[in-house]
């Protein structure tokens, strides 16, 4: 095994999940962490993998992709994951943890690791290889500047103004119908269309719904760069009518008449198993935004792969620059993890941290990488990141990343069940066949 130090820079939940899956496999690590040298405006507390949002690390059930990705994480014996359950308070079906007991064990852990070296510095260069950039979707601008220069122009991005994504065997096909406006193209949207009452209802629903809390620093940036859904309807009853839900060109085969309005869905991924909202970046509460958008004709029952966002944040064009081991193209020792490769959610940036580190400590040991498919959610999230598509965006685990079942399953729990022991006994045969 080799002995070289790893520098990893960054201690939040990928950094932290890094260093320890090094650390465990007799890797020596130096872990620069800026804080309390100095604080990101999102950071408070100088522990490690400090959780600046929600307390709820999601679901624990397999039938849910989140609980999935816990039990993939506890087959490779994820930190993070084990501080997680033994800071536990109660949330039903969802694993929700007292927020500085979780910083407190893994920042104790990792201190007292023998082969964990940690440093309080502001980092402003790429370090050395080998190395893992894990400095999250608000990296210092010093160190933003060097990726720049080291990537290339375009190759970061600044702001998350997402649409919501749905799953497509989520929607009420009875409902929606499948055209390119004047017929033009091949029929690569989906179109959901609405009465006239239908859509005031909508309308209504929208600009009276509630709305998620910018941070200071985030407000001025954000509107700067993309406007939200819900402002756009504000300036009146009929701009989304004339806008982004236009029905132009549009024929409803089941009328023979264009609809009112027409929400516009376009494919997100290669298998055809997610399609995003076109034009609806939003800043609506994710409970919002199931009530708000469950309204459209054909999403009663729409399964959210992942919520609309609207926030400042700094992330890899990954597609452009990574491989499906987390490796910068071109230097396979220099890797990046968590919310900056465009992985989002508290569990998935673990992920990242824990593909980049095992992938990384397998290289320096003469070793091959493994690969955990894209019949894992560790995989499928690698995948995702590493893969061309037109329009990148970040990702949270679901379903509808998963290379689909070669048969069907009858009834979706059953198919997620299924597709979960799948995803199980692949990770548990990777473990084995790599020897991790």
Known sequence: MSTKTVTIVGAGLAGSEAAWQLARRGIPVRLIEMKPVKYSPAHKSPGFAELVCSNSLKAEHLSNASG??????????????????????????ALAVDRDQFSGRITETLRQHPLVTV???????????????????????????????????????????AAPIVTADSLDMDKVFRASRYGRGTDDYLNCPMTEDEYNAFYDALVGAELTELHDFEKKLVFEGCLAVEILASRGRQTLAFGPLKPVGLVDPRTGKEPYAVVQLRQENAQGTLYNLVGFQTRLKWGEQKRVFGMIPGLERAEFARYGVMHRNTYLNGPKLLGANYAMKGDPLVR???QLTGVEGYMESTASGLVAAVGLACALGGRPEPDFT?????????????????????MNANFGILEPLPYRVKGKKNRYEELS????????EVIRNYEL
């Open 374 to 394: 894209g019949q894992t959610i560790l995989g499928a999230l690698a995948r995702h990141v590493s893969t061309p598509t037109s329009n990148f965006q970040p």
């Open 421 to 428: 022991r799948r995803a199980i006994d692949t990770t548990n």
């Open 68 to 93: 999935l990705l816990k039990a993939e994480l506890r087959a490779m014996d994820s930190l993070i994951l084990r501080c997680a359950e033994e800071s536990r308070v109660p949330a039903g079906g």
């Open 119 to 161: 440093e309080n510095a502001l980092v402003s260069e790429i370090p050395d290889a080998p190395c893992i950039i894990a400095t999250g979707p608000l990296t210092d601008p010093a160190l933003t500047d060097a990726i720049q220069r080291a990537t290339g122009q375009g190759a970061l991005n600044f702001f998350d103004a």
């Open 336 to 338: 990046f993890a968590g």
